[in-house]
């Protein structure tokens, strides 16, 4: 049997043909020629199977897999793909925006609806800058936590992105979707300045102006890190109340009494609005003085205008109130008549020998 025979025999289910004998006469020196195939009628061509036709598709399937592979890495490099990853591979942002509260009802509402309905929105990530094969968040931090929390992938987009591009991709998603409270970016613009971010670029990602920047980090640099962490996001509290807390906490006993407030019970198990309310209120009872009265208030009724004054007492000063709608202009003439009064009140006082 020939080699070809062979091999159609091992390859091609073909069974060897015979050598035709020799025509009398012929010359038997002259090479046989082997009849083609007869094909009977109704008889059908036999499929080719075995190494050959598996091989086939082998390379069949990895050429398709090579195209799909080449179409998603297009794909993910013009940030077009959503695609799913595991939340161990992806790192948080370089910049950190939000104050996680330890209470948090929005956050369970969304863990909720993604273990529902799935993740609706996906996140941005980028290829990690230091670390192979790991990613790192531009924005969607919290459906990153939530999809964590329920041990499923993250759906994501990842987009190859600057350090700047991906602070002001962070700021302007938080702000378009879920507002930061008045906290949050001034300690984020306070980060970004500490990593050395020019002010161009936190105005970007901020969406804001250089006087609201200079406050915003004036106010994160007043509070201890670690207050603003303790107390968390706070989304009612504004500049005016985080500056009140500020001159709170330069009381001589403040540091005290926030690391007995910040280990209460209480404190922890309350959401970030009543934990600011609760470490005002601390600071300001406890901050004062043993033994300081609360202030006398007296009121003061004008014949026919009925209370028309308040006063109120205190060991460091003496307020007093007029009510300009029972008593229009009297407030100003009392202001005008100061003078005159102090003189009687020093003559008083030499009369009592008190001089």
């Not at 009064?341 to 009369?351: M, N, P, Q, S, V």
């Given at each position: 049997m020939s080699r070809k025979d062979t091999l159609n025999s091992l390859?091609?289910?073909?069974?060897?043909?015979?050598a035709a004998a020799p025509a009398s006469g012929a010359d038997p020196a002259a090479p046989s020629v082997t009849p083609a195939p007869v094909h009977r009628e109704g008889e059908k061509e036999r499929v080719r199977t075995g190494a050959i036709s598996a091989m086939g598709a082998s390379l069949q399937q990895l050429t398709e897999g090579a195209r799909t592979a080449a179409r998603l890495q297009e794909q993910i490099a013009s940030g077009?793909?959503?695609?799913?990853?595991?939340?161990?591979?992806?790192?948080?942002?370089?910049?950190?925006?939000?104050?996680?509260?330890?209470v948090d009802p929005g956050f369970e509402a969304l863990v909720r609806?993604?273990?529902?309905?799935?993740?609706?929105?996906?996140?941005?990530v980028r290829p990690h800058p230091a670390a192979s094969g790991r990613y790192q968040a531009a924005y969607g931090h919290r459906r990153l936590r939530a999809a964590a929390r329920l041990g499923v992938p993250v759906k994501a987009v990842v987009r190859p992105l600057s350090d700047v591009e991906l602070v002001i991709a962070q700021g302007k998603e938080n702000l378009d979707r879920e507002q930061l409270s008045f906290i949050e970016k001034a300690l984020f613009a306070?980060?970004?300045?500490?990593?050395?971010?020019d002010r161009a670029t936190l105005g970007a990602a901020l969406s804001t102006d250089k006087g609201d920047l200079s406050r915003y980090i004036a106010v994160a640099r007043?509070?201890?890190e670690s207050v603003l962490i303790a107390i968390g996001p706070a989304r009612k509290a504004g500049r005016a109340r985080w500056l009140t807390l500020a001159e709170r906490l330069k009381a001589p006993r403040a540091d005290r009494i926030m690391a007995e407030?910040?280990?209460?019970?209480?404190?922890?198990?309350a959401e970030s609005d009543v934990r600011f309310m609760m470490v005002l209120e601390a600071l300001d009872r406890k901050s004062r003085p043993r033994g300081r009265a609360r202030p006398e208030v007296r009121?003061?009724?004008?014949?026919?205008?009925?209370?028309?004054?308040?006063?109120?007492?205190?060991?460091?000063q003496t307020v007093l109130t007029f009510d300009d709608s029972r008593l229009p202009a009297f407030g100003r003439f009392v202001a005008g008549e100061l003078d005159a009064?102090?003189?009687?009140?020093?003559?008083?006082?030499?009369?009592d020998g008190e001089a």
């Open positions: 390859f091609m289910g073909r069974r060897p043909q015979p077009t793909a959503v695609i799913d990853l595991d939340p161990a591979v992806i790192d948080g942002s370089m910049v950190k925006d939000r104050l996680e509260a330890e609806s993604i273990a529902e309905s799935g993740q609706q929105v996906p996140i941005l306070r980060r970004l300045e500490d990593q050395g971010f007043l509070i201890p407030l910040l280990q209460s019970p209480g404190f922890r198990a009121v003061w009724k004008a014949p026919g205008a009925g209370e028309a004054g308040r006063i109120e007492f205190s060991d460091t009064l102090y003189a009687r009140f020093l003559a008083a006082r030499e009369d």
